[in-house]
């Protein structure tokens, strides 16, 4: 695709390098004829096959780059008129400016395709539960920003709605890994941008699953709301509750990638928390203080527990807390911050 979204004929993308039909083919290995029937249309792409695209790509410049645009630009046209059928109007310039991958972006907005359809299916769950992870949690984030600067969509507020009307229906009686992680996606992003755990979505589910969504619940609100007596009563609630303690400790290690997903929510007994580790000291200084005030006060101090060492980052855990610390007007998060440093010089 060019920068205006029309389609290039083969002929038109190397006639810049000066070569023809002819050089195409030597150059690709392909037959002329081959090259023929592709040369000047413009749909060449959905016409070529994939040994033939491979040659092609491998042999002329411009040739790959152009047939990963035009495969992105095609899914997006093609989500961006199906969001607006849905009364979703996705914000071009967002999209197109956002720093987050293209492909991660897309799939967030399906994802919101099949929440604003009320899509309560296993495959809705299985798809909505791949955005556990930093990079797919930025573009579902982007989507249910309300921010116009960084916002996806124009107006979010039907996908809240939605997302509040669905995640009861993906709620299933027997276990169900991804509608587990699902419900926790949609509770999080929900709870961030609404500042507030919803009554909507405080259904009872005994064990892991109400666990689990409650701290996505939690998470988000600390983010939104800056809530501190919240992050007070989630770190008493761990104190008391091996579930929640257990899953605590397997979320951050599996959303950075240091240990794999896995469905009975167990991480390995020897553990580096090397990206945890990136994470956390980016969300220290980020994030708002209630937030930092659940990092110190509850996350750190256990995963300090598996990884001693806490990725090899100690110092700049160290250097990060101090200097949060001495910033933060609560009394409560100043003295917090202090103790962990403490605990953390005489690990060092």
Not at 147 to 155: F, I, M, Q, R, T
Not at 194 to 205: H, I, Q, W, Y
Not at 281 to 305: G, H
Request: aromatic share 8%; net charge negative.
């Amino acid at each position: 695709m060019t920068a205006d979204g029309e389609p290039k004929s083969l002929s038109e993308i190397t006639r810049d390098m000066g070569l023809n039909m002819s050089d195409v083919a030597a150059f690709s290995g392909l037959d002329e004829s081959t090259i023929f029937r592709l040369w000047d249309n413009t749909g060449w792409l959905d016409r070529v096959s994939g040994r033939s695209l491979q040659s092609l790509m491998s042999s002329v410049p411009g040739i790959a780059e152009y047939s990963m645009a035009h495969a992105i630009r095609k899914r997006r046209d093609v989500l961006v008129n199906d969001l607006h059928g849905e009364g979703l109007t996705v914000d071009m310039s967002v999209l197109e400016r956002s720093d987050v991958p293209q492909q991660h972006l897309l799939n967030a907005l399906e994802a919101a395709l099949h929440i604003v359809r009320g899509e309560a299916t296993q495959k809705t769950s299985s798809f909505i539960a791949r955005f556990w992870g930093r990079e797919q949690d930025r573009a579902l984030s982007a989507v249910y920003s309300p921010d116009p600067e960084n916002g996806l969509l124009a107006d979010p507020r039907p996908l809240f709605e939605s997302s509040i009307d669905l995640a009861p229906r993906l709620n299933r009686k027997t276990y169900s890994f991804h509608s587990i992680l699902a419900l926790n996606i949609l509770t999080h992003q929900v709870s961030k941008v609404t500042g507030a755990p919803e009554t909507d979505l405080g259904f009872e589910v005994p064990g892991r699953q109400s666990a689990f969504m409650m701290r996505g619940v939690v998470m988000g609100s600390l983010i939104g709301s800056n809530d501190i007596e919240l992050a007070e009563r989630y770190r008493r609630e761990l104190d008391s509750t091996p579930v929640y303690a257990a899953l605590e400790e397997w979320s951050f290690p599996t959303y950075t990638r240091d240990g794999r997903i896995s469905s009975d929510f167990t991480l390995p007994s020897s553990l580096s928390l090397r990206n945890t580790a990136t994470e956390v000291l980016r969300e220290i200084a980020e994030y708002n203080d209630a937030y930092v005030y659940y990092l110190v006060s509850t996350y750190i101090p256990l995963a300090l527990q598996r990884d001693p060492a806490f990725g090899g980052k100690l110092t700049e855990l160290i250097r990060a807390v101090e200097s949060r610390g001495a910033d933060c007007r609560d009394k409560r998060i100043r003295q917090t911050c202090n103790t962990l440093v403490r605990q953390l010089k005489g690990i060092a």
